[in-house]
């Protein structure tokens, strides 16, 4: 083929490629543009996962009549004149790139009044052709639609993820915007249907609850940099979880500077550094941060859809992040008693989080032949563990199978959370939580395979509300999780009822233990070798296994010994984690010096 120049359509559609990823991107432009127009109300439709109907309409100052047609120019702004302007930013949009780019691969509709003028225009765009452009009676503000996104694009067309992640992808997208701007009402609808709503009253709590749902926002502790000294002129503050809400994965580590959502992979560690042995390994906080500094100091023009940014003292905003971060939490970490701000959240630790807790000590402390020191704050679990003793069946063997341990003796308990035992081979250690997953997901997979698993109705039919994120992902997953024994029903917008759980986990709080699987689910975005079903057999096993500090009788033990001997895989847990440690006689005799 010979060279040739691209004509503008095809250029436009190229540089679209580079704004417009999917549904969400457009959402995110239009967002931003309404924004800047300064609305104090944003309501955003969605029919389709996006690729039916999206419309954004604002509040906004409107755009003038006469530069209507314009602002579907490329590169045209009336966010800066020239390059100047660029180093002092202020507004979310500045390229004057996403209009256009919107408009060249579906078809607008757009209409807006401008705050001063009478009468608004109504304008129609196809394939960034002009079709149609009247005046029209019109609120103040600019309302646009875009249909049939990506209709002269098949290959992105035929990219785009299932309608339910784009719809996830949506309101992730207006989530991030929400709690970045808290004095504006943000309000999504999907389908016909409100999935997320803020108040607009100004304050980040009321968008956290919003957006992070009440369990996770009773986690938080609030976050703020000294008082700006004279020379940084920059302010960190926000909200992080306290270390018994972690996380498999970084996403909701959400990070801001200057009311922008970011990504930046310098500062999301700063955030995890600040977590530096209050968190085990591959685990990550929940945190909203927000950076405030000049604008001058920091470069938003790095990328096309200005996501990242480049600061001109990288280190010292990554200093300060992780310095304010970490004092939170040493604060925290400090309180005394369970008195005071966090009594409530300290109480309200979920099963699941104490487990975090719990096998975060454990891999803490050093694995050696010691009594196991506890954590001296979770002290307040004891009695609601005593329920977990019928977690274990006494003395039960179950079907015969064949033997995969010694016959082993128990001894005592270390520290509530490791058993002593001996056999002809000499002294084993067994970590009763990791041992009784064990047993359990073996019976549990046995019986999911079999098809015999039995679900416990819950007393009353228990509720859960739901971030909106959250309410499409189980959605979508209804009837699987219908066949694990959780049986969920859509009652009313991002609400379910919870009608049944697995039967082994019939003394579980039924909405920590749906919201344990909200957690697999999300997680499972990252293909791995463990399928999503597994993943979540392991994670009720989780949940049911007895757990570390449980104080058991010898009978409890044995039992649970006699189940372990006869796992097909007893060394290890289902997560892959050790189930014993074994010391042999004679190393035992030669520790003594006796060998
Ligand atoms: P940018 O935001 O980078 O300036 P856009 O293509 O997103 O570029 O928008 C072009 C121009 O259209 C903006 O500079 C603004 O003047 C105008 N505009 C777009 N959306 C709105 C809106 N919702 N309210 C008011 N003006 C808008
Ligand atoms: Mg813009």
């Known amino acids: 083929m010979p060279i040739q ?49 999206m419309r954004v309409s604002d509040n906004g100052q409107g755009i003038p009549a006469e530069e209507v047609e314009i602002a579907f120019a490329r590169h045209a702004t009336s966010k800066l004149t020239t390059a100047d302007d660029l180093a002092h930013i202020q507004t979310l949009g500045f390229r004057g790139e996403a209009l256009a780019s919107i408009a060249s691969i579906s078809r607008i509709n757009m209409t807006t009044r401008a705050h001063n003028e009478i009468t ?54 207006i989530s991030r915007y929400a709690l970045a701007y808290p004095h504006v009402r943000f309000v999504l609808e999907q389908d016909g249907r409100e999935a997320f709503r803020t108040n607009g009253s100004g304050q980040l709590a009321d968008v956290m609850i919003t957006a992070l749902g009440i369990e996770t926002f009773r986690e938080m502790v609030e976050i703020e940099s000294d008082l700006p000294d004279r020379r940084s002129r920059m302010r960190v503050y926000g909200y992080t979880s306290s270390p018994g809400i972690n996380r498999a994965d970084r996403s909701r580590i959400m990070l801001y500077v200057n009311g922008r959502w970011v990504q930046d992979a310098s500062l999301g560690y700063a955030v995890t550094q600040a977590y530096h042995t209050f968190l085990m390994k591959g685990r990550y906080p929940v945190s909203v941060v927000m950076i405030d500094l000049p604008p001058e100091e920091v470069d938003v023009n790095v990328h096309p859809t200005k996501a990242e940014v480049r600061f001109q003292n990288p280190n010292e905003v990554f200093a300060l992040v992780q310095r304010t971060i970490r004092r939170a939490l040493i604060d925290l970490s400090q309180t005394p008693t369970f008195g005071g701000k966090h009594s409530l959240s300290a109480i309200n630790l979920s099963n699941t989080n104490t487990h975090t807790q719990m096998d975060m000590n454990l891999e803490l402390e050093s694995p050696g032949w010691y009594p196991h020191q506890y954590p001296t704050t979770p002290s307040r679990d004891q009695p ?19 033997r995969t341990l010694p016959l082993l003796r128990v001894v005592g308990q270390v520290g509530a959370s490791y058993i002593i035992a001996e056999g002809p081979a000499g002294l084993y250690l067994i970590d009763q939580h990791a041992a009784h997953e064990r047993i359990l997901y073996e019976q549990f997979m046995s019986e999911y395979a079999n098809q015999e698993l039995t679900a416990q109705s819950t007393l009353g039919g228990q509720t859960i509300e739901l971030p909106a994120t959250e309410a499409r992902l189980i959605e979508a997953n209804l009837k699987m999780l219908r066949t694990m024994g959780f049986h969920l029903e859509e009652f009313g917008p991002n609400t379910f009822l919870i009608r049944s759980i697995p039967a082994i986990l019939a003394d579980q709080d039924p909405v920590q233990a749906v919201s344990g699987i909200l957690e697999e689910l999300e997680q499972d975005r990252t293909p791995g070798q463990t399928s999503i079903e597994e993943k979540i057999i392991q994670r009720v096993c989780k949940q049911a296994a007895v757990k570390a500090g449980t104080i058991l009788s010898l009978e409890e033990m044995q039992g649970l010994i006699r189940q372990l001997e006869r796992t097909r895989s007893p060394l290890t847990c289902p997560h892959g984690r050790p189930t014993m440690l074994h010391m042999t006689s004679d190393q035992l005799a030669r520790e003594f010096g006796r060998k």
Do not use: C
């Open 5 to 53: 120049v691209l004509t503008d359509k095809v250029i436009a559609q190229i540089a679209a490629g580079e704004v417009i990823e999917r549904p969400a991107s457009v959402i995110k432009e239009l967002i931003e543009n309404s924004l800047d127009a300064g609305a104090s109300t944003i309501h955003v439709s969605v029919v389709g996962g996006g690729r039916r109907m």
């Open 120 to 173: 608004g225009t109504r304008l129609q765009i196809e394939g960034g052709r002009l079709i149609q452009r009247q005046s029209i009676g019109a609120p103040a503000g600019t309302t646009i639609t875009v249909e049939n996104l990506f209709f002269n694009t098949p290959a992105r067309l035929k990219f785009l993820k299932a309608e339910n992640t784009e719809k996830r992808q949506i309101a992730l997208v």
């Open 384 to 402: 609601e563990e005593e329920d977990d003793l019928t977690a274990i069946p006494v003395g039960a063997e179950g079907p015969r199978k064949p």
